[in-house]
């Protein structure tokens, strides 16, 4: 019992400490940033970004690459450790979860900042026309979000009552909610059945609705006649290239959640150890889809690929493509061939460079292939031959990232970020309190 | 007084659609009651454009001229029946004028920087010499922009055009990631506001409006007028030839030419034709050049 006390204690949700409300007030002021420069952006239209007619797209679409990436996490984690019965996944498939849900939300929400009408979003549901690739996201999308909400209710249900039994004297309020949300949960042997069930086919379904979205996310680009884009390695590249920036994402996210919450005794450096093998395996294979993608066509290259590829390896986007390379893939692959480099304070470096490289990634990705069209760029100002985002693309941009670290920060503020119930059975101590509800 | 002006243009709109012979059975009935203009009360049953029937006394059916508003952007899907436009480019007989793209311009109430047409300067590789090439919407039969519209704002027409529905255009310019050839163009700010009040076609292309694609349009509005676009009639030098594949006839305004002449004794070709796109616009190789390459875009514009 003082075990089970102790656990609750040590999982339950927080008040945000003074750390915590400086977070959130900073978060909230980059928002707010971000929502004036959404709506000069509305008033002015498009032009108050860096983007014109040849560099049509730029960090709006990169950044929705990146959270659909991102999101990539709750297949790769909770789905495919489930059906491989990996033990270990227990203290971060919560945070999977979240990071699931925050970017998949923020991935639907940062391609409507793109669009040069959105007044007229709706047109999309009128005239929708089942050929294009947008009408594919438009209907992966939403499903994806309905999938990694219910991936992350569906386990959460025992946690509420425990939650709501554990703050019914100190927090009968928020007690509550727990309760409301919770939906009469009880655990009884039917219950956990059809719970059991229900997360046995949501894990199954992740995977295939997960692949589907990085590979729509990867098919906006190879339909096109891009140099660059037109790939047919580009689906398998994308989805490869989720489950490292997914994972990075993840390593980061549990990094920060173990130091704040001292969680140490839960997420223990053999947790760490396994994330870090797990994620050096998909830098692996991100490597090798990265060399089919840029190395291979140097042998083949016609001229203007030719001309995209010098400008990636020694031109105008060699800094972008190396950081992306080095930092974002070969360094982190190094480091975490090797025990040390799998300890959890070198971890959280190399979750932020895979994290950062993979960012920019995305726009190494989306940019170049724009400016390097099959017919000459003329008769248009000098600066459209360039791309670098304005001060209104950085600020919306980074209220889009600030806003997928507030609704994680605040799932965590109101969630056991480590399932308690399925730690508590795991432990063991469980079996009494159950035997006791029960007769 | 709006009640009058109702029922004019709907009448006037019903025989519209009878002089574009879609009523086949009763033309013949309202042609007579046209000519004989009785004043005896007996009425005519005729078929509206949305499929009702109507029934209107003979005295109210009058003969008109071919009305010349701008298309709807409904009847702007349609295509000019029993045509199949083509433009074949002269790139022997350019010399960057770039009077084209001022009429284009100035047509389409466009600014500099989002012109419809672009005169590209030109070089194959290092040992070939340098030419000019008048590049604008290629209209292509197999259009990579129409495949990824996710509204159906941008369109191919059974008379060979491509145009865009800028009241449907969403904005997300996946039409110009698309386009192999940089066709497009974007409404990044507000465009000129001059021509606010004239109605929307996208058979004319304007106003223009913010947020939403543009491009060239092969100028349908003065097709349905038979007269050429506005950039084959203002080219000093008789650069392009545009006509009617069906016909198989082409002219520069100056004089017309069998297209598959034309295309056979000079060679003419389609522009990347690898991408299988299909293009509309023929291109006949810079050989035997009216004018020296020049750089200065001063000297080339008088002509």
Known sequence: MKNYDTLINDLAPRKFGRRGTIWVFLLVLVI?????????????????????????WGIYISNFVFFVATSFVGSATVAVLRLTKNKWRTPVVRIAEIITLASIIMAGFTIV??????????????????????????????????????MLYFPLLPDLKVLKKAFAKSRPGLSKWYGKFGLNWSGSKKQ?????????????????????????????FSTTYRVGWDSTNMGAYFIS??????????????FVIRYVRKLEHYITEYHFDKLGKFLALTCLVYLYFNINEYVIPIFTAPVEEEIHLNALIYGEYAGLFWFSQVVGLLLPLIILLFKAGRKP?????????VVIGSWWKRYVIVTPTLLHPFLPIEGVPESWQHYFPSVHEWLITSATLAMALLIITLFVRYLPVIPIQRTAEEKGYLTKIDKKEES | ?????????????????????????????????????????????????????????????????????????AEAREGIPGKKFVMVVDLAKCKNAKKCVEACDHTHNLTPDRPYIKVLEMQDNEKSAPYWMPKKCFQCDNPPCVK???????????????????????????CMAACPYSARVFNWGEPPREDENIPYSPETSV??????????????????????????????????YFGDEIDDTVTNGVETVRLSTLLKEKAGYRYMEELGTKPRVYYLPPVDRLFPFEKDTELNSES
């Open chain 1, 113 to 150: 900042l793109d669009m040069g009408r959105p007044d007229r979003l709706m047109n999309l549901f009128i005239h929708a026309r089942l050929q294009s690739p947008i009408t594919w996201d438009v209907i992966i999308i939403p499903t994806s979000i309905v999938l990694s909400f219910l």
């Open chain 2, 1 to 73: 007084m709006e009640n009058d002006t109702n029922q004019d243009s709907s009448r006037r709109k019903f025989l519209k659609n009878l002089s574009a012979g879609s009523m086949i059975t009763l033309t013949g009935m309202a042609c007579t009651s046209v000519s004989c203009k009785q004043n005896s009360g007996e009425k005519t049953t005729l078929m509206t454009t949305d499929g009702k029937l109507v029934q209107v006394s003979n005295s109210e059916i009058e003969a008109m001229e071919h009305q010349h508003h701008p298309a709807t952007p």
């Open chain 1, 192 to 220: 956990k059945a059809i719970q059991q069930k229900s997360i046995k086919i949501i894990a199954v379904m992740a995977i295939p609705v997960g692949i589907m979205l990085q590979t729509i996310d990867a098919w906006l």
């Open chain 2, 148 to 174: 990824v519209c996710p509204v159906g704002a941008t369109y191919k027409r059974t008379d060979g055009i491509v145009l865009v529905d800028n009241e449907r255009c969403i904005g997300c310019r996946f």
């Open chain 2, 207 to 240: 106003p223009s409006k913010i947020g939403t694609v543009g491009k060239c349009d092969f100028c349908p509005d003065m097709l349905r007028q038979n007269k050429l676009p506005h950039c084959v009639t203002s080219c000093p030098n008789g650069v392009i």
């Open chain 1, 345 to 353: 304070r070198a971890m959280f470096i190399v979750g932020l460079m």
């Open chain 1, 32 to 56: 707010i940033a971000g929502v004036i420069a959404y709506i000069d952006q509305i008033r002015k239209g498009l032009v108050v970004t860096n983007l014109r007619d040849y560099a049509l």
């Open chain 1, 241 to 254: 290239g989720a489950f490292v920036a997914g994972l990075g994402a993840l390593i980061t996210v549990v």
